[in-house]
């Protein structure tokens, strides 16, 4: 019997959090170099769901023993929050920027972060979303609402910003996501004409494209780059589990919005990033987030970097 995720659940995930052991400390990580950039990990904390979420479509005894046979917590899943940060010259850009002060316990971590890698505010002068979840989206803006980045424009993708701001959103998603609803929505609001939109399949920014990967959300993109004949993939939530996403890609996580495209997007990049070789950086994903893609038997597997 495939797990069923209750309201309660949910909302338990999602707005209440667990008190249970969390990263606090401030990390950022040189990844790679990439042409003119270097890109950097920023932790904006951890977070902890239950591990039901992980797979709602697989029964609590299946999932359980795939994730102690791969060492792993049964009951909970523990789940860093890793921001990209590319560094060129003097000035930075940041892909996704943490939850803010006013999402789970243990998240909201980013501005001391980059206060303690000596990164400016000041000089963020680009912020792209891959998606508008909380996690994502709700550290944009301070305790004041003022946006966090005062010299930053910001840019998420149309189809995402028109999913959120549309009149009938709430009909469109979970109960337990309506919080998500309102935030994003309020959000954006405040970021004003600050906050552009493109189409996804496109650059953004020289050296900078965006792909496709909806599923996760109506509009969720990944964000490729580019330079020095190296490419570089910032994945946002289309790889979230270190085992499951790889392994068992057609499993379905709670929190997908369209669970089907979501399947096909996951099966569609990990072919694309294992036969590539190439490197890439999961919001989710464990330590800094990087590594790469391999082939293992009929599916893939994560190597950390």
Not at 139 to 157: I, K, Q, S
Request: aromatic share 8%; with cysteine.
């Amino acid at each position: 019997m495939p797990i069923q995720i209750t309201r309660r659940d949910a909302l338990a995930g999602l707005a209440a959090g667990f008190a249970l052991p969390f990263a606090s400390t401030a990390r950022a990580t040189p990844i790679a170099k990439i042409g003119p950039r270097e890109i950097i990990s920023i932790s904006d904390g951890q977070v902890t769901l239950p591990a039901g979420m992980i797979a709602r479509d697989r029964s609590p005894d299946e999932l359980a023993k795939v994730l102690r046979d791969n060492g792993l917590a049964a009951d909970v899943n523990r789940m860093p929050i890793n921001v990209t940060v590319l560094r060129e010259g003097g000035e930075y850009t940041l892909i996704d920027c943490g939850a803010g002060g006013r999402f789970l316990e243990g998240s909201g971590k980013l501005t001391n972060a980059l206060e303690a890698a000596g990164i400016d505010k000041d000089k963020v002068t680009r912020v792209l979303f891959t998606h508008a979840h909380a996690d994502h989206f709700w550290g944009a803006v301070d305790e004041f609402d003022e946006p966090l980045f005062p010299n930053a424009r910001f840019a998420m993708p149309a189809a995402e910003r028109d999913f959120w701001t549309a009149s009938d959103v709430l009909q469109k998603v979970p109960e337990a996501f309506h919080m998500m609803a309102a935030g994003a929505q309020r959000i954006i609001k405040q970021l004003d004409d600050k906050l552009e939109t493109f189409k996804a399949g496109g650059e953004v920014a020289p050296g900078i494209a965006s792909i496709d990967t909806g599923g996760h959300t109506q509009g969720h993109v990944s964000f490729e780059i580019r330079g020095g004949g190296q490419t570089f993939v910032v994945l946002g939530d289309a790889l979230t589990h270190p085992v499951i996403s790889f392994a068992y890609p057609e499993w379905m996580p709670a929190s997908d919005q369209d669970g089907e495209r979501a399947v096909a997007t996951r099966k569609k990049l990990l072919d694309r990033l294992s036969s590539e070789k190439l490197q890439m950086i999961g919001y989710h994903l464990p330590g800094t987030g990087a590594g790469r893609v391999e082939r293992k038997d009929s599916a893939y597997r994560f190597v950390s970097a």
